[in-house]
Structure formats: structure tokens, C-alpha cells
């Protein structure tokens, strides 16, 4: 359960992939809409530009949600929780990473993103090689039920 002391947080895009897409993994999708309703209950939660950018690519793409609903929710999310943005030394820091550690770049600008703004933690199902890039704690929350 969140604490007050609780240090800044972060959601990937395939967190919120899960929460809302029809065809998800039951577990998973629980696991996600936990987190998602978390988000919108903590002061300190927090979503990168880049991650509702990406979302809001994947649903379009897969078409698994109306244009005018995709945009009503991504624009909702950015309301409702603290949004990040990019800022070009966050880029540098993204291509940096994603030359030196094989990270996909729009992870890598995630991460990078998430360091700057002084994001503690983020859960993401791309965990990758690296744990704690950038001194960001990359946690992910269905590990459990892989096991």
C-alpha cells in the first residue's frame, strides 16, 4: 500500500496495454489494473509523455480501440496522473543507453525520462539486462506469476 514517504513512481506502456486490452491474460490484466488504479490514487505516481505516446500507438495499430476512445483515454491519463516530459538531455542520455546496454530506444527514453524527473521505480514488463538503469528500480510486477 502506498506510503506518504513513497518516492516517485512510473508505469510502462505495456503495463497499460494490459489493463485494457480485451484479449490480455486474466492474471496479467489484474496485476495491471491494480497498478493502474494505484497511479490514480498516488500523489506519486507518474506516466512519461512517451509512454502514453507509445500506447496510444499500439492500441491504433492493433485496433483495439476506437480512434475517438484511444484519444479520449490517453488525454484522461494525462490529466488524472503526473506527466513527464522529455527533454533533450534525456534524449542523449536514451541513445547513450540504448548504444551501450542494447536497451530499445523508446525504453532507454523511458528510463531516461523517469532518471531526470527523479523517478524511483518503474514497473515495466521489459525489465531488460539492466536492473537499475540510471538509478531507476525497473520492477517487473508479473514476475510472480511466471514462476
Known amino acids: ?11 510502462d506502456t505495456n503495463i497499460l496495454v ?11 490484466q489484474r496485476v495491471a489494473l491494480t497498478l493502474l488504479e494505484r497511479l490514480f490514487l ?3 505516481g507518474c506516466l512519461a509523455g512517451q509512454v502514453l505516446s507509445e500506447y496510444l500507438s499500439v492500441v491504433l495499430r492493433k485496433k483495439t480501440m ?5 484519444l479520449e483515454t490517453v488525454s484522461v491519463w494525462s490529466q ?9 538531455q534525456a534524449y542523449e542520455q536514451a541513445w547513450k543507453l540504448a548504444a551501450t546496454h ?6 532507454a527514453l523511458i528510463v531516461s525520462i523517469c532518471a531526470e524527473h527523479g523517478v524511483k521505480t ?3 514488463e521489459d525489465a531488460g539486462s539492466l536492473k537499475r538503469p540510471l538509478g531507476v528500480h525497473v520492477i517487473n510486477p508479473f514476475a510472480e506469476l511466471e514462476r
Not at 1 to 11: A, D, K, N, Q, V
Not at 18 to 28: L, M
Not at 80 to 88: E, F, G, H, I, Q
Open 42 to 44: 498516488s500523489p506519486q
Open 18 to 28: 494490459y489493463a485494457t486490452a480485451i484479449d490480455a491474460p486474466e492474471s496479467k
Open 102 to 107: 542494447k536497451y530499445q530506444v523508446g525504453d
Open 1 to 11: 500500500m502506498p506510503t506518504t514517504t513513497e518516492s516517485l513512481w512510473s508505469l
Open 66 to 70: 476506437p480512434y475517438a476512445l484511444a
Open 122 to 124: 518503474l514497473y515495466s
Open 80 to 88: 488524472t496522473a503526473k506527466l513527464l516530459d522529455a527533454t533533450s
